[in-house]
């Protein structure tokens, strides 16, 4: 997949002995791992991303055993990634249904600013969505299925998030 | 993009790991001072674990280190470690350990991990884990102590 692609390359036998107990190889995958759960859990989350990745993680790590395909842990450790920012940003969020007709109008200096209001004013089911589209590159059906939607609520829910953003930088 | 500090990926590394002991503390020194001392494993682990009399670091390459330690009854253990700023898990056969820090406010907050590596231990955990956190904090005591005898 191609998104995955720039990812560093995770030695199957690294999994293999953090599988059978190998602590110090637990740690290395640790290393390996935190930095692109982050990036998952971050948008998600937003600021509550750190909470969501450090949860992510144990679970990640606490289900390492179940993992038959070492190849395929990057794709195994999103699904939980996503999960578990979702379950960490419901808890907390305030989150608003993401019909954004107030969202601010664009100011200059402040799109960064901006985007990140779009993002918070948006759920983090949404925010998921977005995440695995337009930053995992994920097709919607697989998106779906990691999210447990059909493909056409994703298809709706990037819709609206797009709209969001255009509204947002476009006024 | 969520970081996750060393301090956090060690909560990682203990809730996922079963039969450990783990704390943490804030100490009112700087990270410098603090992790000079705990990275000195060589005098720093001893005084910190009493039950380990010496631990001596065997071969070094980059953050990998090997060493040997003693123990107060004389039994010997082989370890692997992995050493950087802010971060240190080493592993016997049979034990396993880790310390992390991570600068916060004008002190550092410390995290010591400890426990014993086999097969059963999962089953043991859910009895170990709540009585184990005082075993995990008094390295931590011991450290903040000498840093304050200074």
Known sequence: MAAMSGLP???PALVRAAQHGDQIAVADLLDTLA????RVCGPIALQDGPDAAQEALIVILKNLGGLREPGA???WARAIAVREAIRVARKTASAVPAELADVPAPGDPQLAADVR?????LTPEHRAV???RDLEGLDEQAAGALLAVPAATVRSRLFRARRSFRKAWLG | MAELDPVRRMRVLAAATPGVAYAEKLIPAPFSTVWEA?????HELPRMITDLRSFEITSARGERLTASARGRLGQRASFDVVLRPGWCVMQSRLLI???AAVPEGEGTLFAFLGGLRFRGIRLLDPMLRPAARPLALRPIRRLEHRLQAR
């Open chain 1, 9 to 11: 390359k995770i030695d």
């Open chain 1, 35 to 38: 930095p692109y759960v982050g």
């Open chain 1, 73 to 75: 842990i990057y794709g």
């Open chain 1, 117 to 121: 209001d779009v993002l918070a004013r």
């Open chain 1, 130 to 132: 977005l995440v695995l």
């Open chain 2, 38 to 42: 705990a990275s000195d494993l060589e």
């Open chain 2, 97 to 99: 350990g880790g310390m």
